[in-house]
T-cell receptor, first 115, second 108 residues
Framework: EAGVTQFPSHSVIEKGQTVTLRCDPI?????LYWYRRVMGKEIKFLLH????????ESGMPNNRFLAERTGGTYSTLKVQPAELEDSGVYFC?????????????FGAGSRLTVL | DAKTTQPPSMDCAEGRAANLPCNHS???????VYWYRQIHSQGPQYIIH???NNETNEMASLIITEDRKSSTLILPHATLRDTAVYYC?????????FGAGTRLFVKA
């Protein structure tokens, strides 16, 4: 099966600009998650979709971040306006059940550099 | 998710078994133990998971203590390509706390 696809792989923007990251989960996976790793820090949960609904967005840092998943397929994460501290790698994952557990498959990530 | 504790780094000789420990003393009865790894800056890769019993798959074995407060990931014959950061996670696996992980260096 095709894996989780993220686009772009790397984006360089200036402070104040807008960037939209896209994630295509594995086909048929209802659960989709966004995470990010800021330089030198640990991977942190941002939010969780079940189909098109936001199940948990407790990890979203502030209202400059907007995630959508229209139609319950691919998802986008928009940062507007971007700040320097938003630089990092944004990972998307989708999940499947294996032996009763929720197993995540991650994409390769989108590296965001804000100058 | 429960808090986990792992050593920051470990070395292993190529071809030998790598045994990576993890402490998860606050794990609750219905929480799973998961292991993922991250090679360079790639996305984390699932390795194995378990609840109470020891598990084995094509990548690794997972040994969970009877009280479930700790576990060990075993890579039976480590190769240079196994050099990575290994994350032990105790929880349901979606609102996941990755922590700092263990950086495993496999040396020739």
């Amino acid at each position: 099966e095709a894996g989780v696809t993220q686009f772009p792989s790397h984006s360089v923007i200036e402070k104040g600009q807008t960037v939209t990251l896209r994630c295509d989960p594995i086909s048929g996976h209802d659960n989709l998650y966004w995470y990010r790793r800021v330089m030198g820090k640990e991977i942190k949960f941002l939010l969780h979709f079940v189909k098109e609904s936001k199940q948990d967005e407790s990890g979203m840092p502030n209202n400059r971040f907007l995630a959508e998943r229209t139609g319950g397929t691919y998802s986008t994460l928009k940062v507007q306006p971007a700040e320097l501290e938003d630089s990092g790698v944004y990972f998307c994952a989708s999940s499947s059940r294996r032996n009763g557990a929720n197993v995540l498959t991650f994409g390769a990530g989108s590296r965001l550099t804000v100058l | 998710d429960a808090k986990t504790t792992q050593p920051p780094s470990m070395d292993c000789a190529e071809g030998r078994a790598a045994n990576l420990p993890c402490n998860h003393s606050t794990i609750s009865g219905n929480e799973y133990v998961y292991w993922y790894r991250q090679i360079h800056s790639q996305g984390p890769q699932y390795i194995i998971h378990g609840l109470k019993n020891n598990e084995t798959n094509e990548m690794a074995s997972l040994i969970i203590t009877e009280d479930r407060k700790s576990s060990t990931l075993i890579l039976p014959h480590a190769t240079l390509r196994d050099t990575a950061v290994y994350y032990c996670i105790a929880g349901w696996g979606f609102k996941t706390i990755f922590g700092a992980g263990t950086r495993l260096f496999v040396k020739a």
